[in-house]
């Protein structure tokens, strides 16, 4: 399984931005997928997932501002960020496993496959 992330750059605080993670070497269908991302001197941070089922989780710093959203047939995962602030400012990684649908998604040690980041810059 491969992971691919891309969609990052600088932005201004309250623009927006769309972070891609394509996965190859599936298939995916019973993958849960998320983001998480790591500013400098912190530790890894959850951002948003995406249980097979559909369902998705946020964490409170990103809910009712980002959305993320699966392509199925294209095994492509988004993350719509929206009235981005300087303190989203991190690289992104999206993340990958089988997990059962009673399982926690925020526990970045909780996925096996991961994607190589993408830097998000926001300015003030």
């Known amino acids: 399984v491969q992971l691919q992330a891309s969609g990052g750059g600088l932005v201004q605080a309250g623009e927006s931005l769309t972070l891609s993670c394509a996965a190859s070497?599936?298939?995916?269908?019973?993958?849960?997928m998320a983001w998480f991302r790591q500013a400098p001197g912190k530790e890894r941070e959850f951002i948003a997932a995406?249980?097979?089922?559909?369902?998705?989780h946020y964490s409170d710093s990103v809910k009712g501002r980002f959305t993320i959203s699966r392509d199925s047939a294209k095994n492509i995962v988004y993350l719509q960020m929206n009235s981005l602030k300087p303190e989203d400012t991190a690289v992104y990684y999206c993340?990958?496993?089988?997990?059962?649908?009673?399982?926690?998604?925020?526990?970045?040690?909780?996925?096996?496959?991961w994607g190589q980041g993408t830097q998000v810059t926001v300015s003030s």
């Open positions: 995406r249980r097979w089922t559909g369902t998705t």
């Open positions: 993340a990958a496993d089988v997990k059962g649908i009673l399982s926690s998604v925020s526990r970045h040690y909780g996925y096996k496959y």
């Open positions: 070497g599936g298939p995916f269908s019973r993958y849960t």
